[in-house]
T-cell receptor, first 117, second 114 residues
């Protein structure tokens, strides 16, 4: 089945630095990828929709200059948290849409636990 | 607009007992509906999905869900709970017909008591 690889699984960074999270579709091409943020004991909140070769679409309230998304190829999307602060600490999950599943197959990565100290 | 309501943030069942996790949805167009399971510090795994075909959907690990349009519900069930079923479960909705984003419910944590 479709596999999405997300890296790193855990990262600790100092306040003020930037962190890049990668999301790769391993055995399918993903024209659309989604980035979610999950706070402890809460649901997933969509941050942005990443489209290959074009600008990402951000949800209301998400700072596009802080959360930079790049979808340069059909198999890779990256989320960069710039000038990270402790309040950015969260669990970030990517999801890729596998068109081979008839247009409604969403495969999730294993998530990245970001801790900003 | 679309939304999902999961009744009960925590559900406890005895091992071998019926599992019932409730989900009600709201959608302005015919929806696609999903149930996902999440283990601690992991991503989400798709259990099953409804995409306007059969209203009773069977998924992995013995789970199934029934789409009831009149009740706008998509409850998840399993006849007999296993210890390995302990996890967090998310119901989700997506508007059909295209590359639509998925909206998740707030999740239900399932505890299985030996």
């Amino acid at each position: 089945g479709a596999v999405v690889s997300q890296h790193p699984s855990r990262v600790i960074c100092k306040s003020g630095t930037s962190v890049k999270i990668e999301c790769r579709s391993l055995d399918f091409q993903a024209t659309t990828m989604f980035w979610y943020r999950q706070f402890p004991k809460q649901s997933l909140m969509l941050m942005a929709t990443s489209n290959e070769g074009s600008k990402a679409t951000y949800e209301q309230g998400v700072e596009k200059d802080k959360f930079l998304i790049n979808h340069a190829s059909l198999t890779l999307s990256t989320l960069t948290v710039t000038s990270a602060h402790p309040e950015d600490s969260s669990f970030y999950i990517c999801s890729a849409r596998d068109a081979g599943q008839g247009g409604y197959g969403y495969t999730f990565g294993s998530g990245t636990r970001l801790t900003v100290v | 607009a679309q939304s999902v309501t999961q009744l009960g943030s925590h559900v406890s069942v005895s091992e071998g007992a019926l599992v019932l996790l409730r989900c009600n949805y709201s959608s302005s167009v015919p929806p696609y509906l999903f149930w996902y399971v999440q283990y601690p510090n992991q991503g989400l795994q798709l259990l099953l999905k409804y995409t306007s075909a059969a209203t009773l959907v069977k998924g992995i690990n013995g789970f199934e869900a029934e789409f009831k349009k009149s009740e706008t519900s998509f409850h998840l069930t399993k006849p007999s709970a296993h210890m390995s079923d302990a996890a967090e479960y998310f119901c989700a909705v997506s508007e059909s017909g295209g590359y639509q984003k998925v909206t998740f419910g707030t999740g239900t944590k399932l505890q299985v008591i030996p």
